[in-house]
């Protein structure tokens, strides 16, 4: 079984839907992130959190917000897509200083 | 100036040969350096951490590390068609645990 999870893999919303995409570890580590990639633009951060009461707003934050439910599972709400939200999304996991593993991704389209 | 930054390529390479990518920090307190290969619309995955100058060698990569120089590089020895991809460099700076990361070097190895 994969060590990080996401759902939904795949999602096409229309404009205004509030959308979840759903994080979840089975390698123990405190910290998960979410980022966003578009073509040209690299990763981005959008929040980060290093335990269950701990969460900061990374570099593109406006639009989004996270829920961190278990030290396992870290969510990521789009209250209101717009289509500059269309990206890849990823999630990783991440212990101290050292690297971040990364979930499959969701690849989330907003019409 | 970009907080890392990369050649966006694409790098050529004949198969066997040598791909030599490099990639340039700001922070002049960076504590670890991460290298991310990504397949078109997969996620990120690690295939080398380095933390002290030198060379670290894992199998066909080798990642050079100098700090003094601000500088990270990723050698790809007898470059297979499986080795085109993007290849990202991560940095973790001093302050916070988040990785920045370069925008990434796309690499076509050439049968």
């Given at each position: 079984d994969a060590d990080v999870t996401q759902t939904p893999r795949n999602r096409i919303t229309k404009t205004g839907k509030r959308i979840m995409l759903e994080c979840s570890q089975t390698?123990?580590?405190d910290r998960m992130y979410w980022y966003r990639q578009d073509p040209g633009l690299g990763l981005r951060l959008i929040y980060y959190s290093f335990d269950v009461k701990d969460i900061n707003k990374g570099e593109i934050s406006d639009g989004y917000s996270v829920s961190r439910?278990?030290?396992a599972k870290f969510s990521l709400s789009l209250e209101s897509a717009i289509p500059n939200q269309t990206a890849l999304y990823f999630c990783a996991t991440g212990q101290g200083y050292n690297e971040q593993f990364f979930g499959p991704g969701t690849r989330l389209t907003v019409l | 100036q970009k907080e890392v930054e990369q050649?966006?390529?694409?790098l050529s390479v004949p198969e066997g040969a040598i791909a030599s990518l490099n990639c340039t920090y700001?922070?002049?307190?960076?504590q670890s350096f991460f290298w991310y290969r990504q397949y078109s619309g997969k996620s990120p995955e690690l295939i080398m951490s380095i933390y002290s100058n030198g060379d670290k060698e894992d199998g066909r990569f080798t990642a050079q590390l100098n700090k003094a120089s601000q500088y990270v590089s990723l050698l790809i020895r007898?470059?297979?068609?499986?080795?085109s991809a993007t290849y990202l460099c991560a940095v973790n700076k001093a302050a916070g645990n988040k990785l920045t990361f370069g925008g990434g070097t796309r690499v076509l190895v050439k049968p």
């Open positions: 390698k123990g580590h439910q278990a030290q | 050649n966006s390529g694409p700001s922070d002049r307190g960076s007898d470059s297979q068609p499986s080795d």
